[in-house]
C-alpha cells in the first residue's frame, strides 16, 4: 500500500517599486499590483522517498535561480520540479540577459538584476521550509478534462491546439487542500500597454479556488508555446481577465474527480542535445526588420482587424528577436543540451520541458495519459514545429535551434516514454 503524505507552503514575492515588467518588447515599468504574484510548494512524502514540486509567477526561471535554489533543497535536483506559469505581467531581471543565450535580451525580459533573484530565492526558501513542516497524509483525487472557449493555436486558430486538462485535488486529511492543474495556454490576457503587476488568469483562477477552501490552486502550463488568447479574447485588460479566469475555473470546478488509491512515483531524468541556428548576417537580418516593419505599418493603415493586426506585430516581435540572435548569440554555442524531466504518477506521464513548446510538436505523441508542462526547470526559448519555420512565425524566428530539431526532441521523449512503461 502507497504511504502517501504531502505538505503544502506559498509566499508572496516580494516586490521592490518600480520594477520593469517582462515578456513583452519595451520598457515596461510598473508601480503598483493588480494582484499578487506567488510561489507555491507542494512537498511529496511517498514511501518515504521526497519529491518537491515548486511554481511560480514568473516569465520563465533559469540558471540565475535554479542553480541556487538546488542548494538550498537538500534532496537531490533529480527529485525538484519547478515551473513558471509565463504570465507576462510579472517582474522582470530574473533571467540571464546579460550572457548565454539571451545575451542582448533586456529589451523582452529586462536586464539581470540579482538582487530580485536573490529576493524571489529567499521567498522560495520560506515556502519550501512551510512545505516540510506540514507534511501529513494525504487523499488525492484526480480529474481529466477540457478548456474550451478560451484559447487557440495563435498562428492559426484553425489547427488543432490542446484543449486538454489534467487535475490534481491533494487534500490533508487533518489539513488544508490545494489545486494542481494542467492545460496549454499563454497567459497575455493582460498585453504589452498594462503596467501592472499581475498573474493573469492564473490569478484569478487562484483567488477562485481559495475562496472555496482551497490553500492555492497551482498552474502547471502545457504546451503553450503557439497557444493563447490571441483570437477568443473580446478585449484586454481586467474585465476579459475576469470573464476568461471565470470560464477556466467553472470548467475546472466540473471536472469529475476520482479517488487515487495507489501513487507510485518514476522520475527520469535525461538530456538531449539540439543544434542551434546558423546565424544570418547582422545587415541581413537588419534589412528583414526593415522590410517586416513596413508590413506592419502597411498592414495598420489598410487594416482594422485587431486579432490578425496581432500576427503583423508577432512577426516584427520575431524580425526583432532574429536580429538580436545575430547580433548577440555567442559564436561559441554550436548546440544546447536540453534538460527533460519525466515524472509518472500512477498511470499519468508528465514531460518536463524547459521552454515554450508547440502543441503542434507535442500532440504527434499526446495520448490520453501523456501531459505536458512548459516552462519547467529552466527556460531555453520556444521549440516550434518545422511548419513554423517554413512560415516564419515568430516562434521560430526568436527560437535559437536549427529547423528539425525540435522534432528529434520529441522522438527522444516518445522513447523514453516507451521505456518507463
Avoid at 530565492?121 to 478548456?147: M, P, Q, R, W, Y
Avoid at 526588420?289 to 506592419?296: D, H, S
Avoid at 516562434?395 to 529547423?403: I, M, T, V
Amino acid at each position: 500500500m502507497t504511504l502517501c503524505k504531502a505538505g503544502f507552503g506559498k509566499k508572496h514575492i516580494t516586490i521592490d517599486f518600480p520594477v520593469n515588467l517582462s515578456g513583452f518588447a519595451g520598457n515596461r515599468v510598473a508601480s503598483r499590483i493588480k494582484d499578487p504574484i506567488d510561489i507555491r510548494v507542494v512537498v511529496w512524502d511517498i514511501n518515504q522517498e521526497q519529491y518537491v514540486w515548486i511554481n511560480y509567477d514568473l516569465i520563465a526561471v533559469d540558471d540565475l535561480l535554479l542553480n541556487e535554489l538546488y542548494k538550498k533543497i537538500n534532496i537531490p535536483k533529480e527529485k525538484i520540479f519547478v515551473s513558471a506559469t509565463h504570465t507576462h505581467s510579472s517582474v522582470g531581471g530574473c533571467l540571464k540577459t546579460n550572457e548565454g543565450i539571451f545575451n542582448g535580451y533586456e529589451y523582452l525580459f529586462c536586464e539581470t538584476r540579482i538582487e530580485i533573484m536573490k529576493s524571489i530565492l529567499n521567498d522560495t526558501v520560506l515556502a519550501v521550509e512551510e512545505a516540510f513542516n506540514d507534511v501529513k497524509h494525504v487523499e488525492i483525487n484526480k480529474g481529466f478534462g477540457s478548456i474550451t472557449n478560451v484559447c487557440s493555436n495563435r498562428n492559426n486558430p484553425s489547427f488543432k491546439g490542446d484543449p486538454s486538462l489534467f487535475v490534481l485535488e491533494v487534500k490533508q486529511k487533518q489539513g488544508k487542500k490545494v489545486l494542481i492543474y494542467n492545460f496549454a495556454c499563454h497567459p497575455t490576457i493582460l498585453n504589452q500597454i498594462n503596467v501592472e503587476i499581475s498573474a493573469d488568469f492564473p490569478g484569478v483562477v487562484n483567488q477562485k479556488f481559495s475562496s472555496k477552501g482551497y490553500y492555492f490552486a497551482m498552474f502547471i502550463n502545457g504546451s503553450a508555446g503557439d497557444i493563447s488568447t490571441r483570437f477568443t479574447r473580446k478585449k484586454n485588460g481586467t474585465e476579459e481577465l475576469n470573464r476568461i479566469g471565470d470560464l477556466i475555473f467553472t470548467q475546472i470546478e466540473s471536472c469529475l474527480l476520482d479517488a487515487v488509491n495507489v501513487l507510485d512515483v518514476q522520475v527520469n531524468n535525461f538530456t538531449v542535445d539540439l543544434s542551434t541556428k546558423v546565424k544570418k548576417s547582422a545587415k541581413v537580418a537588419e534589412n528583414e526588420l526593415i522590410m517586416v516593419l513596413r508590413e506592419l505599418e502597411q498592414y495598420k493603415q489598410n487594416n482594422s482587424n485587431l486579432e490578425y493586426l496581432r500576427l503583423y506585430e508577432s512577426r516584427y516581435e520575431g524580425s526583432t528577436a532574429s536580429y538580436y540572435f545575430s547580433k548577440y548569440f555567442p559564436e561559441e554555442i554550436c548546440t544546447i543540451s536540453v534538460n527533460i524531466q519525466i515524472w509518472k504518477i500512477f498511470d499519468i506521464f508528465i514531460v518536463c520541458v524547459p521552454g515554450d513548446l508547440f502543441s503542434e510538436l507535442s500532440n504527434t505523441i499526446k495520448k490520453e495519459n501523456i501531459y505536458f508542462a512548459s516552462y519547467s526547470n529552466g527556460y531555453l526559448g520556444y521549440f516550434s514545429d518545422e511548419n513554423g519555420y517554413d512560415n516564419n512565425v515568430y516562434e521560430a524566428l526568436s527560437s535559437p535551434f536549427k529547423k528539425g530539431q525540435s522534432e528529434y526532441m520529441i522522438c527522444c521523449i516518445h522513447k523514453k516514454i516507451n521505456e518507463m512503461l
